[in-house]
C-alpha cells in the first residue's frame, strides 16, 4: 500500500515538473512562480528530501543489529545527507521563522541566506560545482551505468550488495534521462530548481522499488 502510495506520488511530481518547465513557453510569469525561492517545487524537494530521511531512519532502526558495518556507515550517511539537503532547501528554517544571517553568510552568500549551497567562495560558486556540476556528473553515472555493472560484474555486485545500494531499474534511467533532456533544454538557469525536484523524486522511486529488490527502503526484514 504504500509503496503504490509513493509511485503515484511521485509519478505526478514528475509530470508537474514536466508541465512546470513547459511554462516556460507560453507563460513565463507563470513559469518564474514555480522557479521562485519558496515556490511549490523548492518545497516538495525539501518535503521528498526529509522523507527519505524518515524512511531510511525507520528502516534502520528495525533492521541495523542483522546487517554489516559497511551497510550502517552508508545508511547513516544517506540520513544525515538528505536530512542535510533538507535543512538546506529551507535555509535552515531562516525564511520560516525570520531569522536574520550572520556576517559570513551576509558577505558570502548569493542570496543572504544562512545556507552552503548558495555560497561564493573566492569566485567559486558552491551550489554550481557541486550541487549541479558534481552532482550530474555523480548521479547520472549512477542512472545510467549501475544496473548495466551490477548484473554484469560480479566484483560491482559483491560490493553493492555490501554496502546495500539501490540499483535503480532500466525505467527509472530512461525516464530520468528523457525527463532531464525535456527539463535541461530550457535556457534559464533557474531550471535548475525544477530538475533538482525531479532528481530527488527520481531518488525515491529507486528507494522504494529498486532492482535489487531485497533493498527497498520499504522493506524491515531481512
Known amino acids: 500500500m504504500m509503496s503504490k502510495l509513493l509511485r503515484g506520488v511521485s509519478y505526478i511530481i514528475i509530470m508537474s515538473v514536466l508541465i512546470a518547465a513547459s511554462t516556460f513557453y507560453y ?27 524518515v524512511l531510511f531512519l525507520v528502516r534502520f ?39 536574520e544571517s550572520g556576517e559570513f553568510f551576509t558577505q558570502n552568500n548569493l542570496q543572504n541566506e544562512t545556507n552552503l549551497h548558495n555560497l561564493e567562495i573566492n569566485g567559486v560558486k558552491i551550489n554550481k560545482l557541486i550541487f549541479s556540476q558534481g552532482m550530474v556528473l555523480v548521479f547520472g553515472s549512477y542512472f545510467v551505468l549501475s544496473l548495466l555493472l551490477y548484473r554484469n560484474w560480479n566484483f560491482f555486485r559483491n560490493l553493492i550488495d555490501l554496502f546495500g545500494v539501490q540499483i535503480p531499474k532500466f525505467k527509472h534511467s530512461v525516464i530520468m534521462l528523457v525527463c532531464t533532456g525535456v527539463v535541461l533544454i530550457i535556457p534559464d538557469l533557474r531550471i535548475w530548481e525544477l530538475w533538482e525536484t525531479l532528481f530527488v523524486v527520481m531518488l525515491m522511486l529507486v528507494f522504494v522499488e529498486p532492482d535489487n529488490e531485497k533493498e527497498s527502503v520499504l522493506l524491515t526484514k531481512v
Open 61 to 99: 532502526l528495525k533492521t541495523w543489529r542483522t546487517r554489516n558495518k559497511y551497510w550502517i556507515l552508508l545508511n547513516l550517511l544517506i540520513i544525515i545527507g538528505a536530512f542535510f539537503g533538507f535543512g538546506e532547501e529551507i535555509s535552515w528554517g531562516q525564511r520560516i521563522f525570520s531569522i
Open 27 to 53: 507563460a513565463e510569469e507563470l513559469y518564474h512562480k514555480f522557479v521562485a525561492e519558496d515556490g511549490i517545487f523548492e518545497n516538495v524537494t525539501a518535503l521528498v528530501l526529509l522523507g527519505i530521511s
